[in-house]
Structures are given as C-alpha cells and as structure tokens.
C-alpha cells in the first residue's frame, strides 16, 4: 500500500523484520525501522554507510563487515546480543525516521 505524503511524494509501507535473539540473549538492541536498503537486501543495517557492522564488530571483539550476513547474526547472538525493531510497519519516503507515519 502506498500513499501520498504532503510533498507529493508516494510513501511506502514499510514492515520490521523477525526479532534477531536466542536464548542467551541478554542485550537487545533496538531500532527504528529498516531502511530502503535494508528492506531491499533483507538484511538488518544493509547499506553500505552504516557503520552498526563495525561497531558491534568493536564491540565484540570481531570483525563482522567482511562477513556472510548468517554469519554476522550467528556472531551476535553468540555474543549474547539481539536485534529488533520497535515499529512493527509504517508508511515512510525514503529512510529516515523523521518520515515515519501511520
């Protein structure tokens, strides 16, 4: 579904993943909404700018951009971490969060 925001502009729905956790999980780390490249890839923190690969790599002591996406997960929840997003769906151009609606 598509709507038309004030601009003129068409606003997508846009829908969070899965959570990412196991049963050792004891940080969860939450955000908004995926982005356009996220939710085109399928993937958690997918474009290539965001530095969230890198910094939970630092933060767990690996180096996570060079990895298969399964494995960077694998490599999370090893570490006690999850992922989540705390919209479930919104309409929204483009991919910041002040463009979230409904």
């Known amino acids: 579904m598509s709507t038309r ?12 993943f899965a959570p990412v956790a196991g049963p050792g999980t004891r940080v969860l780390i939450l955000g908004s909404l995926p982005g356009v490249a996220s939710l085109a890839a399928g993937q958690y923190y997918a474009h290539p700018r965001n530095a969230f690969w890198r910094l939970a790599g630092a933060v767990i002591g690996a180096d996570l951009v060079p990895l298969a996406y399964d494995a960077r997960l694998a490599a999370l929840t090893r570490a006690g971490l999850g992922l989540w997003d705390v919209i479930a769906s919104a309409e929204r151009v483009g991919s910041l969060d002040a463009a979230i609606r409904n």
């Open 5 to 16: 925001s004030s601009s003129g502009s068409s606003a997508e729905r846009a829908r969070a």
